[in-house]
Nanobody
Framework: VQLVESGGGLVQNGGSLTFSCSTS????????IGWFRQAPGKLREGVSCMNTDHGDTFVAEFVQDRASIFINKDRSTVYFQLNNMKPDDTAVYYC??????????????????WGKGLQAVVSS
């Protein structure tokens, strides 16, 4: 199984970016999909997560008013959208996933599957 990410790029201060994550295995069912980011010189931090079975979503407090995570209708792709971006949001954004009945956002830091990362740069 591989995670396929797309999105990211260069955006001006105040702009928006949408990141997507899909799986080479097909669709997301009883899984957990998380988004993390790592800024230059900083530790990786969790940004958002979704338990795809019940649709529970979690967004980190530091982006809570600006971010959303959602899944498309055919459950093939999970999206993370960040609005009103600031230069501090510049980072590499990673998708992570756990699959199966035991998958949960609570264990996302130990996820078995990670994407390669997407660079996002916010210009001031």
């Amino acid at each position: 199984v591989q995670l396929v990410e797309s999105g990211g790029g260069l955006v001006q201060n105040g702009g928006s970016l949408t990141f997507s994550c899909s799986t080479s295995g097909g669709t997301f069912a009883n899984d957990a999909i998380g988004w993390f980011r790592q800024a230059p010189g900083k530790l990786r931090e969790g940004v958002s997560c979704m338990n795809t079975d019940h649709g529970d979503t979690f967004v980190a407090e530091f982006v809570q008013d600006r971010a959303s995570i959602f899944i498309n209708k055919d459950r093939s792709t999970v999206y993370f959208q960040l609005n009103n971006m600031k230069p501090d949001d510049t980072a590499v954004y990673y998708c992570a996933a756990e699959f199966g009945a035991r998958a949960t956002c609570a264990r996302m830091w130990d996820a078995d599957y990670w994407g390669k990362g997407l660079q996002a740069v916010v210009s001031s």
